[in-house]
């Protein structure tokens, strides 16, 4: 089947303002220009530490559900995430001057655990399109963010180490994939079923500019 990229251009173009608001966000553009409080870079790694490991489970459970073709796809990426991302994090937290028991021990804040939370009853309770369209804007989100700021660069070296991870060539093989894969899979869905995928897309997008606002806003429980 030859692989028309219709579905995911309609698929950006629902979540247009949403990333417009994203790449506004004061705690991405502190990212570029430098000005970023280290405080919100460390709250943001250690709660995107403990979101990897529930991504992970995530792709797990979309694996178990996705057409043979696309298995083996989901059960490298869930590997990368577990080793690769988190290798990068664990640097990022020596850097920090953290410990990994606090990194380890932290509790979920509240965005954080309502995301995941969202991610894994896509994943687990619905049916596959359901389960790809929640997990594509922790791709293809991060890939746009991280090209722009890549091009913009940061004179922190820490915050350029970053961006250099997720605007690189091997990050963009890896949203590639999942792309191809969407694009392949809508022909053979229902218009609900598009549909269903679609809000879910968007609103995973709306939590990924929810997660980067929780961390400058260093978010703790109420009560």
Known sequence: MDVEPAFTNALWAAIEPIY?????????TGLADGTL???RFAFYITQDSLYLREFARALAALAARAPD???AL?????????????????SFVRELGLHPEQVNGAELAPT?????????????????????????????IYQNVGK???????PNPLYQSWIATY???????????VLDLTNAVAPMLTEPERSALRKRFVTASRYE????????RLERWPV
């Open 74 to 90: 989901f059960g490298r990426h869930l590997v990368d995430a577990l080793k690769v991302e988190m290798a990068l994090h664990e």
């Open 37 to 39: 409080p280290r405080d």
């Open 209 to 216: 500019w929810m997660f980067w606002d929780m961390a400058y």
């Open 69 to 71: 073709e696309a298995v």
């Open 167 to 177: 605007g690189g060539d091997e990050f963009d093989k890896v949203v590639g994939e």
């Open 112 to 140: 954080c655990l309502a995301y995941t939370s969202y991610l894994l009853a896509a994943t687990l309770g619905r049916p596959f399109h359901e389960g790809l369209g929640a997990v594509l804007p922790c791709y293809w």
């Open 148 to 154: 722009e700021l890549l091009a913009r660069g940061s």
């Open 20 to 28: 417009g608001a994203i790449r506004k966000h004061p705690f991405l």
